[in-house]
T-cell receptor, first 117, second 116 residues
């Protein structure tokens, strides 16, 4: 069974500072994908970044980067230069390999990030 | 470039009534997923559909819940005889036809169901 663990229920960061949100995963599959989504207070789910298990380089998307450490099964999200608009819930999710018949995502419980002015 | 559309955004039902939640995937996307989010929780997978086919319904409750994705029109998640425990946010996500191995799922704004 696949499992995502986010150990930080809440985090605070000063505006303009960088912050790391932790995510560890558990799967026996060799091929999988890792995702981060942002959920602001308005409730929608916004895709941020993706990392494939075979990707050799860490994914980056603007101020977001994914610190992928395969041996440790961790996929931490790094947000650089935090902005007030970054205050939200952040969810880590994993998709196991296609061919298993389903592309469903397994989500962690989330981390609530609060950016302090 | 419309995203995933869901309606209604908010739905109030009394116990025993039926709830119908609709989802129109992004243009060009043929895979639809439904997830449920209980308060203070992450999203939980319910069902995965392609046009006219249910591919994986392993996350669907055995009774009262059904889903469809017809050839024409939106995907529908139907909950019959709702109970208070069905109160949650229901999200639809879509992804393009697979091929590049990424299959990023893009989410709609969700439907907040409240059962009185």
């Amino acid at each position: 069974a696949q499992k995502i663990t986010q150990t930080q229920p809440g985090m605070f960061v000063q505006e303009k500072e960088a912050v790391t949100l932790d995510c560890t995963y558990d799967t026996s599959d060799q091929s999988y994908g890792l995702f981060w989504y942002k959920q602001p207070s308005s409730g929608e789910m916004i895709f941020l970044i993706y990392q494939g298990s075979y990707d050799e380089q860490n994914a980056t998307e603007g101020r977001y980067s994914l610190n992928f450490q395969k041996a440790r099964k961790s996929a931490n999200l790094v947000i650089s230069a935090s902005q007030l608009g970054d205050s939200a819930m952040y969810f880590c999710a994993m998709r196991v390999r296609p061919g298993a018949g389903s592309y469903q995502l397994t989500f962690g419980k989330g981390t609530k990030l609060s950016v302090i002015p | 470039n419309a995203g995933v559309m869901q309606n209604p955004r908010h739905l109030v039902r009394r116990r025993g009534q039926e709830a119908r939640l609709r989802c129109s995937p992004m243009k060009g996307h043929s895979h639809v997923y439904w997830y449920r989010q209980l308060p203070e929780e992450g999203l939980k997978f319910m069902v995965y559909l392609q046009k006219e086919n249910i591919i994986d319904e392993s996350g669907m409750p055995k009774e009262r819940f059904s889903a469809e994705f017809p050839k024409e029109g939106p995907s529908i998640l139907r909950i019959q005889q709702v109970v208070r425990g069905d109160s949650a946010a229901y999200f639809c996500a879509s992804s393009p036809r697979s091929g590049d191995g990424q299959e990023t799922q893009y989410f709609g704004p969700g439907t907040r169901l409240l059962v009185l």
